[in-house]
Nanobody, 124 residues
Framework: QVQLVESGGGLVQAGGSLRLSCAAS????????IGWFRQAPGKEREFVAAITTNGGSTYYADSMKGRFTISRDNAKNTVYLQMNSLKPEDTAVYYC?????????????????WGRGTQVTVSS
């Protein structure tokens, strides 16, 4: 089992940057793909980015490509999401999630464990 805790959210002006962290407990962290999702008020949870177990492959939603970067440090049991050129429409609660098995990286149903989220607010 994996427990996930997000941090690094906050209030930032448009055009600014934030780095989110997803810290995991457990010795098997390196066996899990990790995804970032976000959910704005009144909207469905949407895929942001994902990274495979060894960090060899990364995936991004089209609207995040070129602005967001996902990375991981398995020695620290942590995954990061660097967010640059933030826009007001990026405002949401950001969640990290872990999965062991295959399937679409962008589908919430393919993830087994979730964190509680961290709020990101981008002001215009």
């Amino acid at each position: 089992q994996v427990q996930l805790v997000e941090s690094g959210g906050g209030l930032v002006q448009a055009g600014g940057s934030l780095r989110l962290s997803c810290a995991a407990s457990g010795r098997t962290f390196s066996r899990y793909d990790i995804g970032w999702f976000r959910q704005a008020p009144g909207k469905e949870r949407e895929f942001v980015a994902a990274i495979t177990t060894n960090g060899g492959s990364t995936y991004y939603a089209d609207s995040m490509k070129g602005r967001f970067t996902i990375s991981r440090d398995n020695a620290k049991n942590t995954v990061y999401l660097q967010m640059n050129s933030l826009k007001p429409e990026d405002t949401a609660v950001y969640y990290c999630a872990a999965r062991r098995y295959s399937g679409s990286f962008s589908s919430t149903t393919n993830y087994d464990y979730w964190g509680r989220g961290t709020q990101v607010t981008v002001s215009s």
